[in-house]
């Protein structure tokens, strides 16, 4: 792989910069270097959103892109994302299908689980979306309230395509039991914070309602994929238009697997242990159901974690949040897939959680 990243600095440089560049040339690693072997040995490779006009290449790049879709096309248990931005699919949404926002990665994820379902119903893949409560700013602005409507069309259409699968089957079972949209979020109390005190703010300043709530959204930066505890792939990448097109912003990822691990029923390799600690640091606690994140016994755990942590997140009365932060994403599913906002809207805000049109802001610019 570092071979590939040589190669895309290359192709940059010669594309972008002003003065020669020196070639390193094939030998910088040798062959011997490349293939060394053991149980714990890794397969990686580099993948990309770029074109012509970022890098001396001939054709856009999407292979980010592919990279998720092949991933989540093979998947056989469970399918774990975090991302700064969850959006795709317009083709398939119930509304405003030409918005431009057409990656397919939210289709195929509920794709794979609908296929799943229908299949092998007692072995279904289930999906767990890990995403910031809001877009990093206030979630009044504009541009915000917008990229939350093209994700609130992403979640409608993912409910909407798992629930006809349950009803192909005659299943009773909820959408929510196989897909689940969650954020992260802290409280804390006055006393011995550091935010103890607070003057000179005015009545009704943003920063006089955050030290009243004491409620912060944790953001989510991460731009990661794990599948089935044998693959990850991680980088720069947004899932939205802009990072997966090709030919608009320039990203970068690396896919990754260790081999030796790949047959296995339940891997148990270097991506499951980082895996069960991620989700330990999330919840405060290492849960058994965690060894299995595609039986009902686990995703109803989560569930159980996210909305105690959200009546926290949310109540009148501080309490603190020190050991547990995930929580459900402010959404319930209804009958027939149908989504609502719960609440409707942000806590300590006007900020409606399934977004809003803009009449100001592109298309282009926000999905």
Not at 56 to 76: E, W
Not at 180 to 198: H, N, P, T, W, Y
Not at 289 to 313: K, M, Q, V
Request: aromatic share 10%.
């Amino acid at each position: 792989m570092a071979r590939d990243v040589m190669i895309n600095f290359e192709q940059r440089w010669r594309k972008q910069a002003k003065t020669p560049l020196f070639h390193l040339g094939p030998e910088f690693i040798s062959v011997s270097e490349e293939e060394i072997r053991d149980g714990e040995t890794w397969s990686t490779r580099l993948c990309r959103s770029i074109d012509p006009f970022s890098a001396d290449i001939p054709y856009k790049d999407n292979s980010i892109q592919h990279a998720y879709v092949t991933a989540i096309r093979k998947a056989k248990r469970f399918i774990y994302i975090e991302n700064q931005y969850f959006m795709g699919g317009s083709k398939h949404w119930l509304e405003e299908r030409n918005t431009g926002c057409v990656n397919i990665i939210p289709y195929e994820i509920a794709a794979r689980i609908a296929a799943s379902l229908e299949n092998n119903p007692d072995q279904p893949v289930m999906a767990y979306i890990l995403i910031p409560l809001y877009p990093e700013g206030f979630p009044l602005d504009a541009a915000i309230q917008e990229q939350l409507r093209w994700q609130w069309r992403t979640m409608q259409m993912m409910y909407q395509v798992v629930d006809t699968a349950l009803k192909v089957k005659n299943l009773t079972t909820s959408p929510f039991d196989y897909l689940k949209f969650l954020c992260v979020g802290q409280r804390e109390v006055a006393e011995l914070s550091r935010a103890e005190k607070l003057t000179g703010h005015p009545p009704k300043s943003r920063e006089l309602t955050l030290f009243t709530s004491r409620r912060v959204p944790i953001y989510v930066h991460s731009k990661m994929m794990i599948i089935d505890d044998d693959y990850i792939i991680l980088g720069s990448a947004n899932i939205n238009e802009r990072s997966m097109a090709g030919d608009r912003d320039s990203e970068i990822a690396v896919e990754a697997w260790q081999p030796g691990y790949c047959a296995a029923l339940q891997p148990r390799g270097a991506i499951h242990k980082f895996r069960m600690s991620l989700w330990s640091e999330h919840v405060g606690a290492s849960h058994h159901e965690f060894l299995e994140p595609n039986t009902l016994a686990c995703s109803r755990l989560i569930a159980e974690i996210g909305e105690r942590n959200w009546e926290r997140f949310a109540a009148d009365e501080v309490i603190n949040m020190n050991d547990s932060h995930l929580m459900r994403y402010p959404l319930r599913v209804q009958e027939h897939g149908k989504i609502v906002p719960d609440p409707p809207y942000f806590p300590d805000t006007k900020a409606k959680v399934h977004g809003t049109s803009s009449l100001t802001m592109p298309d282009l610019l926000t999905c």
